[in-house]
């Protein structure tokens, strides 16, 4: 088995402020994703990358920004938070498009 | 654009009941299902896959595939308090990615 790491679990930040998220993954798996939880709600996808170096972008992806430098490693960056982006932000990864996708714990962010 | 709709939004199952999930993708290049639950406060976690026409059994949970039509349903029997969360259903499309559904959320009343 292997497990996703997300840090921070928890993250205040102020309404204007940068924020990055990060996440690890020891899958070794090749296809990684970042899904934004309003409360109660589905998920929505932001951004996702199929391999190293590779960047796609999801149904919300406007005003984020995403990094793979690494397999095992994918951020997120919120780049100007806004008062309504109190959500829970969850990793996920998986060998493809075909196959299971596991999550991390995510990171509920609030911003004041 | 939603691609992948669920309904209903809210679910409330007697204990022992039958619940009956439904889920349809806009998406004609979809190829692969799930199901996933999310108890409060906790991630999702893949219940069942479905790629072929038909059923599949797992226990109390029967998932049913339609490929023409793309939809899928989820039916749990003997329903549990347990069983309460949020069920998530998954679909791939032909852009590498994996999207979800708003969810149903099944409230199982003792």
């Known amino acids: 088995g292997g497990i996703i790491t997300q840090t921070p679990k928890f993250l205040i930040g102020q309404e204007g402020q940068k924020l990055t998220l990060k996440c690890q993954q020891n899958?070794?798996?090749?296809?990684m994703y970042w899904y934004r939880q309003d409360s109660g709600k589905g998920l929505r996808l932001i951004y996702y990358?199929?391999?190293?170096?590779?960047?796609q972008k999801g149904d919300l992806s406007e005003g984020y920004d995403a990094s793979r430098e690494k397999k095992s490693s994918f951020s997120l960056t919120v780049t100007s938070a806004q008062k309504n982006e109190m959500a829970v932000f969850l990793c996920?990864?998986?060998?493809?498009?075909?196959?299971?996708?596991?999550f991390g714990k995510g990171t509920r962010l609030t911003v004041v | 654009q939603q691609k992948v709709q669920q309904s209903p939004e809210s679910l409330i199952v007697p204990e022992g009941g039958m619940a009956s999930l439904n889920c349809t993708s806009s998406?004609?290049?979809?190829?692969y299902f799930w199901w996933y639950r999310q108890h409060s406060g906790k991630s999702p976690k893949m219940l069942m896959?479905?790629?072929?026409?038909g059923e599949k059994e797992e226990g109390r949970f029967t998932v049913h595939l339609n490929k023409a039509s793309l939809h899928t349903s989820l039916h749990i029997r003997d329903s549990q308090p347990s069983d309460s969360a949020l069920y998530l259903c998954?679909?791939?499309?032909?852009?590498?990615?994996?999207?979800f559904g708003k969810g149903t959320h099944l409230h199982v009343l003792p």
């Open positions: 990358s199929i391999t190293e170096n590779d960047l």
């Open positions: 998406d004609r290049n979809v190829d």
């Open positions: 998954a679909a791939n499309t032909n852009a590498y990615k994996v999207i």
């Open positions: 996920a990864s998986s060998i493809n498009r075909n196959t299971e996708v596991f």
């Open positions: 899958f070794n798996h090749d296809t």
């Open positions: 896959s479905i790629f072929s026409n």
